[in-house]
């Protein structure tokens, strides 16, 4: 049997009690580990708004989100639902949201910071080897507003596996990107869901969805899994 490690049932996101700003309506959605999870449609139909629910950034308005069969999320302790974010996810903004000012080291580092079980010496030797599995170890010490979109996007990439994560969440990891680029950090996704990582990707882009085994369209007020 396969392991269902998300299961949103009924799920109902409204923004702004007052003027009722509705996203999405009983939405069902699960994952598998190991999934690999394509997520698509237009701009504005809620992708954002249901990745950052399932990463415990953000929380549904009513319905029920579970994490691993029987865990409710609703009934996690602040302290837990922080563990979680530190520990089980690894995360890709679609903006990336790296610190300008920091180098690529310290932007890497930041999530170890919340993590006591790895030394801060483990981390370091981590980092310069993602750096190099990224090929950009040469810029270990350069801030990333030097950086340009591709690097950015590796240094985001490094960042949301520093700590070992179970589950990807990336929101558009390649919208800024040549094609060239933007297969690297598909073929990377791809080596890291190889691993024994389960990924979710939202993604505008057809050609990304070759990479996935399950994909899901958000309409508005309409969610569904495609058959490939
Ligand atoms: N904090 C918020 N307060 C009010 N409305 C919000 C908030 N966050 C998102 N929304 C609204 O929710 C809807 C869905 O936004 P979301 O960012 O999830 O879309 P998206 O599918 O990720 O779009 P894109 O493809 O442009 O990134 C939009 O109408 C947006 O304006
Ligand atoms: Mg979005």
Not at 185 to 194: S, W, Y
Request: aromatic content about 10%; charged content about 25%.
């Amino acid at each position: 049997m396969k392991n269902e490690i998300i299961k949103i049932e009924n799920g109902n996101k409204i923004f702004n009690k007052k003027r009722n700003i509705k996203v999405f309506e009983n939405l069902s959605f699960n994952v598998y580990a190991n999934d690999f999870i394509g997520i698509y449609g237009d701009s504005g139909n809620g992708k954002t708004t249901l990745i950052n629910i399932i990463g415990l950034l953000d929380n549904l308005s009513t319905g029920s989100y579970y994490l691993f069969n029987d865990i409710d999320t609703k009934k996690l302790s602040d302290f837990n639902k922080a563990y979680y974010r530190n520990r089980l996810f690894g995360y890709i903004f679609q903006e990336y949201s790296l610190i300008e000012d920091y180098t690529v080291l310290e932007n890497i580092l930041l999530p170890t910071k919340y993590n006591k079980n790895s030394s801060k010496k483990d981390s370091i030797i981590n980092a310069k080897k993602l750096l190099c599995n990224f090929g950009i170890e040469e810029k270990e010490n350069e801030v990333v507003a030097n950086l340009s979109g591709g690097q950015r996007q590796r240094v985001a990439i490094a960042r949301a596996l520093i700590n070992h994560p179970k589950i990807i969440i990336a929101d558009e990891p390649t919208s800024a990107l040549d094609k060239e680029n933007k297969k690297y950090v598909l073929d990377t996704l791809k080596l890291i869901n190889e691993s024994g990582v389960t990924i979710i990707l939202v993604t505008h882009d057809e050609a990304s969805t070759i990479y996935c085994n399950r994909l899901f369209k958000m309409e508005k007020n309409n969610f569904y899994e495609v058959i490939k």
